[in-house]
């Protein structure tokens, strides 16, 4: 929506994707809806040939869908959304629209593990290799690079150590190679980081974390930057048909109305639990990109607007230790996924990147006794006191 081009983060989030409609209902309503009449044959047959704009079969288009679609575009300064049904099927459906038999890929090592999976078994079983390499470092990325490199895939920060990729130089490195540069943004959000405006080809989200907020919703969503990428997706997104439902469309719209107010209380509370935790006996490490022991500090300060909502820690005892925390604390929820209003804590190496197995994990630093929490919009110092008392049952 061109009309929003100039406006804040904290004001598009309530306006993004909104436009006028039949009733100008202020809120854009739920188009429950299958399939879409056609005024006559040769109405369906323009629609069908593209030669006229229209709605025709919700797989392939529907208005509330689409409102949820512009929002995020708009956020993302890219040309247009492809809303799915979860952050995998917008992975596989970026990856399936641009790989062919033959070609390599570059992924980040601390990257979602399912996504991992994805392309270490089913993109390999159809003939497309990947290396995994700690894309934080330049130097591995030149080094990991092959004649047939077609794409970089990167999550920035990363899932769940939280490795800092700098975009612009990454982008440099891919397109000086033809290849194409692809980021998973879900771990910042558009309102701390835009991929596009840094030289990223396409951008991909877990609507179902932060631009939801509200854990009760399961999607995914692409960003192209043109008009050619986004043609090439939506096609393939039609043969593979993981789309998203009006219903959960609007839900998530809904959630984006708050997302740079959220965004806002997710920094500074994560900050200050930082603090915290760096200072605590029990602790061993504490990693957050907003600490200045982290080493992506500077890369996340240029880039991100703040460093976001996520900590991972390693506590003392390793797993038992972990385990300790997990099983003690009473506000934060002990839950995969991350992003919502309330605090989660979560073990990687037992729950979210158990499918990696030990080995590879290891190689992606995540240790096992690393825990990860999405710290949520609750108040900072009632989740540090929680915290607090969980963390003093570990053993000395
Ligand atoms: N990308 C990132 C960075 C993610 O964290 C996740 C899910 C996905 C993609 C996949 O999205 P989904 O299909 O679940 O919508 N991350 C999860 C996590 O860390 N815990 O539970 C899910």
Redesign the pocket.
Known sequence: MSHHKNYSDLTKSVHAGVSDNEHLAVVPPIYQTSTFKFHNADHGARLFSGKEDGYIYTRMGNPTVEALENAVAELEKGYKGLACA????A?HTVLSAYLKQGDHVVCSEA??G??NTLLATIFKKFGVETTFTDTDDLAKVQQALRANTKMIYV?TPG??TLAVTDLEEVAKVAHAQRAILVV?N??ASPVLQKPLLLGTDIVVH????FLNGHADV???IIIAKDEESYKLMRKTLNLLGGTLGPVDSFLVHRGIKTLAMRMERHCQNAQKIAEFLDKHPRVDKVIYPGLKSHPGYEVAKKQMKCPGGMISFEVQGGVDGGKMVMDSVKLCQLA???GGVETLI?HPASM?HAIMGREQRLEAHITDGLVRLSVGIEDADELIADLDQALNKIKS
């Open positions: 979860s952050g995998m099927a992975i990257v979602y399912p996504t999550e899932n769940p998973d879900t771990f877990s609507l179902t974390k399961v999607g995914g995969v996924s991350l979560q979210t």
